[in-house]
């Protein structure tokens, strides 16, 4: 690990972006070049001590996740993050056409819907970021590890899961849920993660096998959701994607018709996405 490189590049990378950059506002008194500490802390979701000690060299050896964060906090590039990792004494992750990195352009994109329920999802339905709405709607779903990664597996194996949708509207997603993960494994392969997670829900899921030997490839997942929340209630939202085709990613947003009661309630959450963003909810 080499401290005193990887200061420098934090402090540098942290220099050239600009509040604009993450969808921050410049403020009339901001004297910093680029952005400060503290705020870039909160975009790689650790605690600015943390972050501190790095551009100082004394910070201890940063793991693979947090320099994932890290590169995603600095909207770095794959180049960026290879270098990164290097210089963290950790080889650079592979470059495979279907990654966990999210690029600077989609990013730029989340940066702007702050206060929209907004995620950037794997074709496994495995959530790499949230905007703050989006944590307070469905949760941190950045957090899990291994098969519940994937929204499908954590669908069948944690009744928690399903908690987000109307009760009467879980066997559509069911089968909307098995429909995708069958579309995914027949395109990746039997060996693949996605024909890995199947084998298991398999075994583990008999709801799943029932579903899965009717063999329907057919995703039901509707354009128009109802969706709960424990404090606002149930919302009527329409979904929209933007397909990132090199990275194999989808970016899906929710929002709601103006003018609706389910508007209002959308825009009520919000304001809870960013009170616990405030209030330091959101850590690693």
């Known amino acids: 690990m080499d401290r005193a490189q990887l200061a420098d590049f934090l402090r540098r990378r942290r ?3 600009q509040p604009e950059d993450v969808g921050l506002r410049r403020g009339s008194r901001r004297r910093t070049a680029g952005l400060r500490r503290e705020e870039v802390a909160a975009l790689c979701d650790m605690s600015v001590d943390y972050y501190s000690r790095l551009e100082q060299s004394r910070g201890p050896q940063p793991s693979e996740q947090m320099l994932t964060a890290m590169a995603r906090g600095l909207r770095l590039t794959l180049d960026e993050r290879d270098h990164l990792f290097r210089l963290a004494g950790h080889t650079a992750p592979a470059r495979a056409l279907r990654g966990d990195h999210v690029s600077p352009g989609i990013m ?3 940066d702007r819907l702050a206060d929209t329920p907004a995620q950037v999802m794997t ?7 949230q905007t703050p709405a989006a944590r307070a709607l469905f949760g941190d779903e950045t957090r899990f590890e291994g098969f519940m990664r994937s929204v499908a597996y954590r669908w069948f194996m944690d009744p928690s899961a399903r908690d ?7 066997p559509m997603h069911s089968r909307a849920f098995t429909a995708d993960i069958r579309t ?11 024909g890995a997670i199947v084998d298991a ?4 899921s008999p709801e799943f096998a029932q ?5 329907d490839v ?3 997942h509707p354009l128009e959701k109802r969706v709960q929340h424990p404090e606002v209630g149930v919302m009527e939202l329409q979904c929209q994607f933007l397909i990132d085709p090199d990275q194999g990613q989808t970016l899906l947003v929710l929002t709601a018709t103006p003018g609706t009661e389910s508007y209002d309630l959308l825009q009520l959450l919000s304001v809870i996405g960013t009170q616990s963003l405030e209030s330091g909810d959101v850590t690693r």
């Open 108 to 110: 730029r994109v989340l």
């Open 211 to 215: 579903l899965w030997e009717a063999h």
């Open 218 to 220: 057919r995703s039901t």
């Open 15 to 17: 220099e050239v972006l």
């Open 123 to 129: 074709e496994l339905g495995e959530t790499l970021a």
């Open 184 to 194: 995914v494994s027949a395109k990746h392969g039997a060996r693949s993660r996605a």
């Open 164 to 170: 987000v949708y109307p009760v009467e509207d879980h």
């Open 201 to 204: 829900l398999l075994v583990e």
